[in-house]
């Protein structure tokens, strides 16, 4: 079967790589390689840094009005509505996630580009009371400059937009870096980008692997942020590759998020909750509740439940409407999961469900891996301390609420948790002493482009999404004026 050629934009203009060289992507569904994409390299990223520049200092994108900026963002934010089955089912072939999930999110993503197209025009500055007749001072709010958008496999367009439409509201210009195992919709987006009319050079992408580009990317002196979302250990590098140049970042990172189910919870929103928070995306995904925290009163109880739930899961191809649990999206990952099970196992966790590949042959050629429980889970073990990044859930007994903090807390991440219970009491007391950036009660996974959104601890640094988000692409400038 014949690939299919995917190219980058740099400076408005379909490119391969300078370097000469592809790489190819796969559909973890069958394994096969279906599309080919430019392996770029540091020259590329040089280029793709110099485009976005030439973009930010001159042509018709600085002089564009901030009210034109949000025009465009919301013509950007329609196009995407219009293409949003086209851009779900590329983003399955490349990452296996269920066809009604992306939907759902490609339905959502214009709402990222209509909010923050709306807040353009509504970037003010102040003028300030001095106590000097002589001087007239004022503040002026500026975009950076040129933004490194670096996102991950889980939800390629999703996390790209959390950064892109802020980003450009703001007045600043782009170098995308897509994830190497799924680059294929950031692409197809750019046809939407140059067809809602921005300037050439104002959003452009290089893709490739990330120790190829992304140090180029980072350190490159023009660039004034990375806007980054991955794991933590990349996290860390492209921190201190950005340190280099003391350059802005935002981190969203890695998560072990506590699902909290209290004896008095409602136990069957309690069940679907913990189900949909581990399960949802095969479980590959960083708010996943892979820690579910449970009353030693309800424990046998949600365990059985939770067994009996998860163990009637179809899995299958994630273009299937009837399918509720697809595969890995890489390979590697695959292996990384079912290696965390063996440790479960090593560890004396007791495997209450799944452990291991569907047996199934229709699923032998993807990268599938059983939705799996582990019950009398201990929070010190490597399966309760590490991000597994698949659909393995460990339960943690607890006896009260103290404990339940002391558990919950008790990890390097702080990206999210869940708390299920009927005492309203404890549903407003509780979230003051969970360190994590989000916080659930008696529902799990909800986003919404108002809400700021991001990680505690070694979860990440800064914040997207909400207003304050826009903040994080600009700086401020005093300005003096001796009358
Ligand atoms: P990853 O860290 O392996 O890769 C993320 C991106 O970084 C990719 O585009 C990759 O090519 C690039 N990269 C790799 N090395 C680099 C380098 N040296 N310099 C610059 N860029 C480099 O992450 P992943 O496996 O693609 O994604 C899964 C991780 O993302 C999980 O840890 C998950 O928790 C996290 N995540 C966090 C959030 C959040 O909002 N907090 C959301 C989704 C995913």
Redesign the pocket.
Known sequence: MALERFRNTVAGRACESATGRWFTTANPFDGRDWAELPRCGPEDAEAAIEAAHAAFTKGPWPALSATNRGKLLRRLGDLVARDAETLAALEVRDNGKLYAEMVGQLRYIPEWFHYYGGLADKIEGGVLPLDKPDLFTYTKREPLGVIVC??????PLM?LTWKLAPALAAGNTVVI?????TSCSTLALMDLVREAGFPDGVVNTVTG???EV??A??EHRHVAKVA????????A??YA?AAKGIKHVTL????KSPNIVFADANLDHAVKGAISGIFAASGQ??IAGSRLLVQRSVYEEVSRRLVDFAAQAKLGNPMDAATQVGPITTQP?REKVLSYIEVARSEGARCLLGGGRPEAPELAQGWFVQPTIFGEVSNAMRIAQE?V?GPVLSIIPFEDEDHAVEIANDSLYG?AAGIWTTDLRRALRLPDRIRAGTVWVNTYRAVSVMAP???YKR??IGR?NGQSAIDEYLQTKSVWINL
């Open positions: 670096i996102t991950p496999w889980n939800s996390l870096k897509p994830s190497e195992f692997y990330g120790a992304g140090p990317l980072c980054f979302t991955g794991g933590d250990a990349t996290g590098a492209v590759a969203e990172l890695g998560g995904t960083c990952q991000e990044f990206l959104f991001g990680g979860s990440g997207e």
